[in-house]
């Protein structure tokens, strides 16, 4: 039965998420504040989080950023939940790793409909990550070892920016639209439009340096990776 951490400072909607996600055949353990969920979620490693954005001690982003950036909790997926709905809000909850962003009110159905894509996503993804790791040029990922370099410097990056990059190398020499990239790396469709692809392309190519002219953009349409790599 796959764990479900659930980090929420509402006692109502906190039994709302476990009630629901028990009935789905979850296993679910809710903690109320920020400082005892991160230490939960590194002493049970769930196989998901789903994280209130505002708690009373410790802010959501932190602890999305505490559990991506240690080596036995990155990649556990997580999905924010929380009352603001803005498209920035929902861009930096991707940029510090969220997996996902449901916004309250929330019918419980969907919450978990998201969460069994988010996990079975994972679970293909640990499937095919033997046959991931790729070089390219300057470029080396390393999905078992959730390992990017460019000139043999290492990049850090989110698991949502490792799976655009990859997909981007899967497709290479063919354009991949926005709506495929939503469909296809955030795994279906969410609230999100398409400038939300442009930022996080903006931001991956920023990361990867010299690297980033892999990625071309074609005006109109998408983006497409190299299909050979040049001198840089």
Not at 11 to 17: P, Q, R, S, T
Not at 41 to 55: F, N, T
Not at 132 to 146: H, S, V
Request: with cysteine; net charge negative.
């Amino acid at each position: 039965m796959m764990k479900i951490l659930v980090i929420e400072d509402d006692a109502d909607i906190a039994e709302l998420i476990q009630f629901n996600l028990e009935q789905a055949q979850y296993r679910v353990t809710v903690c109320t504040n920020g400082k005892a969920g991160l230490a939960k979620a590194q002493e049970i490693i769930p196989d998901l989080v789903v994280l209130d954005l505002m708690l009373p001690d410790m802010g959501g982003l932190e602890i999305c950023r505490e559990l991506k950036g240690d080596e036995e909790t990155k990649r556990i997926p997580v999905l924010m939940l929380t009352a603001k709905s803005e498209e920035i809000d929902r861009i930096v909850g991707f940029e510090v790793g969220a997996d996902d962003y449901l916004t309250k009110p929330f019918s419980p159905r969907e919450l978990a409909l998201r969460i069994k894509a988010i996990l079975r996503r994972a679970q293909e993804q640990a499937d095919e990550v033997s046959a991931q790791a790729f070089q390219f040029g300057e470029l080396t990922a390393d999905p078992e070892k959730f390992l990017v370099t460019v000139s043999a410097v290492e990049v850090k990056m989110t698991a949502l920016e490792f799976r655009l990059l990859q997909f981007l190398y899967e497709t290479r020499g063919r354009v991949a639209s926005r709506d495929m990239l939503l469909d296809r790396v955030w795994g279906y469709n969410v609230a999100l439009t398409t400038r939300t692809v442009d930022t996080h392309i903006k931001r991956l190519r920023e990361k990867l340096g010299v690297a980033g002219d892999y990625i071309e953009t074609i005006r109109g349409v998408g983006y497409r990776f190299k299909e050979r790599a040049d001198a840089i």
